[in-house]
């Protein structure tokens, strides 16, 4: 068990008018192990004749408790924002309960998960993601004495995230004196947000006419808006809410067609 002492050290000294230096005695001599809690260690001064006197202090060991690591949630989100230019990082929390006395590490192994939801990826480490300090084989978190959370940080591997996915984070090899508490393993949602909506193009359309926009017309994100171009000018469009249909309405051209 690790512990920490608070007393005086074992050492004390005595005269004597006859005998001049007393021998000095200790109930627990210095070295010794203290159990946890207070313990008094009685000093006696004995002269030659025998006459004695004695004096004590405590000492007190107090239990240090490295505490117990957990993710917050066994089922964490996180919704990247897409188009930025910038790659996205996505902490993942971890706590510490129980006790934050020292300094702690504890390793965080990634994994695929090994199922997902239906319309999901399973993420992988180098290709999808990767620890901003870390490697595939895991990445360590460090706890200083008196902390109680930390996060392992997950970097997104690309500014526009073409599909959803989850990824698998698992907590061990602790050092220090922490347990691992419940949940030790985390999988990771990530819901992809595409924010470019898709273009379609018609080519040179004659006054008047009417073009008709068939079949789906959705983005990998999911979207389903549409922006029109004729003759590379942009065409207003409405939404029908009933209908779903698109429509523009100004002349000479008429736009109509459906969103899947």
């Not at 005269?15 to 000095?24: E, H, K, M, W």
């Amino acid at each position: 068990m690790l512990a920490r002492s608070r007393g005086r050290p074992a050492a004390g000294s005595a005269t004597d008018v006859v005998t001049g230096s007393p021998a000095i005695t200790y109930s627990k001599e210095s070295g010794e192990v203290f159990p946890i809690g207070e313990t008094t260690v009685t000093i006696t001064a004995t002269d030659a004749a025998g006459n004695t006197a004695t004096g004590s202090f405590t000492v007190t060991v107090q239990a240090l408790q490295p505490g117990t690591l957990a993710f917050v949630s066994g089922t964490p989100t996180a919704n990247p924002v897409n188009g930025s230019g910038a790659l996205n990082t996505v902490p993942v929390l971890i706590t510490r309960s129980g006790g934050t006395s020292g300094a702690i590490t504890v390793q965080v192994v990634p994994s695929q998960p090994a199922t997902t939801p239906s319309g999901f990826a399973k993420y992988v480490y180098g290709t999808d993601y990767q620890f901003v300090s870390g490697t595939v084989a895991g990445s360590t978190v460090s706890f200083a004495d008196g902390q109680a959370s930390a996060t392992v940080d997950v970097l997104l591997k690309t500014p526009v995230l073409t599909k959803k996915g989850q990824l698998k984070l698992t907590l061990t090899s602790t050092t220090g004196g922490a347990a691992i508490g419940s949940p030790a393993a985390a999988t990771l949602t990530i819901n992809a947000r595409d924010t470019v909506a898709p273009t379609l193009v018609l080519n040179t359309p004659v006054a008047g006419a009417t073009f008709d926009i068939t079949g789906t017309v959705k983005d990998a994100g999911g979207l389903a808006s549409l922006t029109v171009k004729v003759n590379g000018a942009t065409l207003p469009l409405t939404v029908d809410p009933v209908t779903g249909y698109v429509a523009n309405a100004i002349a000479p051209y008429s736009v109509l067609g459906a969103i899947a």
